[in-house]
């Protein structure tokens, strides 16, 4: 019996390395007999943005939460209309946040004194028609909205921009690739590897927040400008 047991642990000994090897991952090596090259490019073209996302949002105050939440809610209601019957999709509208805080007062030497609530309603808004996105935010404004964030423009479907993006890449590597190997009397002889480290939009500078205060300012304008897109690739040549 010791016999038998001692023979099939030998057995099953014999093939676990065979098993470990077919459960590794293959690794691919490259021998480069000449000069080893690595550096990076990056591809940039520029796209004018055909999306502006805004935060909307109504601040209301009153002595009780309820009226607070009710306020708010009113004014949200008129908020969502107004953007209806501009043209703006339900899919492109989202509750962002919704909140209510106590406000306090504090009186020297004394406990703080309750004097009312805080109620915020916000949703975010995606426009597909940047250039109308200005009127269409005073328009949000006449019907209760007072607070304004955005806008975050971006381009809908950026793969062609990043399809070209990479193409230049590749074609800032090869030529870099020449250059190097021009100013070592040397050739490139082929592309050992290439690999995509990061395709983006570069975002433009960061916008502030408004408030909103009077309806009867002057016309919001949204120029959508250019935006960047950029794919960056690391690049390996072999040279002789």
């Avoid at 057995?11 to 991952?25: E, R």
């Avoid at 109620?119 to 808004?125: E, H, K, Y």
């Avoid at 590897?193 to 304008?221: D, H, I, L, Q």
Wanted: with cysteine; hydrophobic share 45%; proline share 6%.
């Amino acid at each position: 019996m010791k016999r038998n047991l001692l023979a099939a642990l030998v057995l099953c000994a014999a093939f676990l390395p065979g098993a470990a090897i077919a459960q590794q991952a293959p690794s691919i090596t490259q021998t480069i007999a000449g000069t080893r090259l690595d550096f990076g490019a990056t591809g940039e073209v520029t796209r004018v943005p055909d999306v502006a996302v805004i935060s909307a949002g109504v601040v209301s105050r009153s002595s009780t939460a309820s009226a607070a939440l009710s306020d708010a809610a009113d004014r949200m209601a008129r908020v969502l209309s107004a953007l209806k019957r501009a043209g703006v999709e339900d899919r492109d509208v989202q509750t962002s946040n919704v909140s209510l805080n106590p406000e306090y007062r504090y009186p020297e030497n004394q406990a703080p004194q309750l004097v009312g609530y805080t109620a915020t309603n916000t949703v975010t808004v995606r426009f597909r028609d940047i250039r109308n996105a200005g009127k269409i935010l005073d328009a949000l404004v006449a019907q209760g909205a007072n607070q304004i964030n955005g806008p975050n423009l971006t381009i809908d479907k950026p793969e062609e921009a990043l399809d070209e993006a990479r193409a230049k890449a590749v074609a800032i590597g090869r030529s870099r690739a020449e250059l190097y190997a021009r100013s070592l009397g040397m050739h490139v002889v082929r592309l050992v590897s290439v690999t995509e480290s990061g395709g983006y939009a570069v975002p433009p500078p960061m916008p502030v927040m408004m408030e909103a205060r009077m309806a009867a300012a002057p016309a919001t304008k949204i120029e959508p400008g250019e935006q960047k897109v950029q794919v960056s690739l690391s690049m390996t040549f072999e040279l002789q």
